[in-house]
């Protein structure tokens, strides 16, 4: 993470750049905010929270906030690379339909577990006003497609479950709240 300040102007991580301190939220000051100012700008701090609200909805309240936006490390897609996962299909749960995107990062932290960073071909509708090119989620929202998966539109009219290969078991991750 680059120094919060710089040159009068505060770092916001999912512009990825120095802004003008005005352009964020005002917090209270704590020990751990001394300037009290919100982490990221106004504008992303409302796609954050539209976000989480869309997605608490769509996984019936379970607290989870396994979504969030933000420009990709290159560290992260190096290691989507590495595990030979870049640019493939997968599927992102967290809706009512499943919504195919691309693989365009992976993270690992002990903290937050296996995350993967999507990238949707058409948006993720997070909102009435918002669509989300890129965000990062918990490996357990996403999947694979089965390998005779057939994209919605060429599906029957009685379309039978989908078969998915979970990336990893449910109980293995910690959903936070
Ligand atoms: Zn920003």
Known sequence: MPPKWKD????CPDCAAYLDPAQFPA???SPKRPDGLGTYC?????????????HERNTRGNGSTA???GSIPNADREAAEDRRWFGRTVYYLG???????RIAGVRETDHQGLQVWVEFEHGL???????VGVALFKALYLAFPARDYQPPE???????????IQLQPP???EVGT
Do not use: C, F, T
């Open 27 to 29: 917090r209270s000051v």
């Open 125 to 131: 509708r997070v909102s009435r006003s918002e669509l």
């Open 67 to 69: 979504m969030i936006y």
């Open 171 to 173: 109980n293995s991750w």
């Open 8 to 11: 009068g102007r505060r770092w």
């Open 95 to 101: 809706m009512r339909d499943p919504v195919p995107g």
């Open 42 to 54: 106004e504008h992303h701090q409302k796609l954050r929270n539209a976000a989480r609200r869309e």
């Open 154 to 164: 060429q599906q029957p009219p009685k379309p039978k479950p989908v078969p998915y």
